[in-house]
């Protein structure tokens, strides 16, 4: 059976581009097929199952995770399904797909497009003021720049403003190396470069040095700073919470794997 977030309607390029990118925004659901979700050894590792026939992803592959736990935390999603399978609602299967279908035939890509951010890290660029926000940024960022420095001999310059800064290219080169080369911890630490705008952040917490709590919160230290000040935005909260579960998906394959 393949993977449902295949069944994404196709655009008419005569239609409307609003109504097409609301209608493309909704993907088709299914009604729920299986009884059970369960995993198997199989060569790819541990295979998921719905009533015991394999689950294939976008590109036709097995879907299957290198570890049991993982596996199985990927079943129990399939299983936490009710009337619908809603895709959205499903971030460690998109996940296992876009690895297997992606990261794994180009990890060298994947760990280049990482090191792209450890020149421009969100850590690097500091606000001049006001007071709060300064102190906020260096008790969150702070420990992460001392772990980089101290643990992978990466050390970093600090800008303030957001006026470009060329980075040591021995801090860049020390900081890429400790980018994992494994296609499943590789792309979850993509993930939460992307999710975060940090390299640093996802490879300390890839690393053990760095709690999931603090990882998302240093991650959101000016936004957080901003709702403060400002009060909150219902839609930017929606898509922050979007995020998390992204978010929470890459954790749970660094644990696992």
Same mark, same amino acid.
């Given at each position: ?12 390029? @005569? !239609? ?8 493309? =925004? #909704?993907?088709? *659901?299914?009604? /729920? $097929? ?49 009337d619908l399978i809603d895709p ?48 906020? @940024? !260096? ?8 772990? =980089? #420095?101290?643990? *992978?001999?990466? /050390? $970093? ?101």
């Amino acid at each position: 059976m393949r993977d449902l977030l295949e069944d994404m309607p196709t655009a008419n390029p @005569q !239609e409307n581009p609003i109504a097409a990118a609301r209608r493309g =925004a #909704r993907p088709v *659901l299914r009604r /729920r $097929f299986h009884d059970t979700a369960s995993t198997i050894a199989a060569a790819e590792g541990f295979a998921i199952e719905l009533d015991r026939k394999g689950v294939r992803t976008p590109a036709g592959r097995v879907l299957a995770a290198p570890t049991q736990k993982l596996g199985q935390a990927i079943a129990d999603e399939w299983d936490a399904q009710r009337d619908l399978i809603d895709p959205a609602k499903m971030p460690l299967t998109r996940l296992a797909n876009s690895i297997i279908d992606g990261v794994a035939d180009s990890p060298a890509a994947v760990a280049a497009e990482i090191a792209k951010y450890l020149g421009t890290d969100l850590l690097c660029y500091r606000a001049g003021s006001p007071q709060g926000l300064v102190e906020s @940024q !260096e008790r969150h960022w702070g420990p992460i720049l001392a772990w =980089a #420095r101290d643990a *992978l001999s990466a /050390r $970093f310059l600090l800008a303030e403003g957001v006026v470009p800064i060329a980075q040591p290219d021995t801090a860049l080169a020390a900081a890429r190396a400790a980018i994992p080369t494994d296609p499943w911890r590789l792309g979850a630490v993509y993930t939460v470069t992307t999710l975060t705008g940090s390299a640093l952040i996802a490879l300390a917490l890839q690393r053990g040095a760095l709690t999931a709590d603090a990882a998302w919160q240093a991650a959101h230290v000016d936004e957080d700073w901003n709702i403060a000040q400002w009060g909150e935005d219902d839609l930017a909260l929606e898509r922050r919470a979007f995020r998390f579960t992204e978010f929470q998906a890459a954790v749970t394959v660094l644990s696992l794997v």
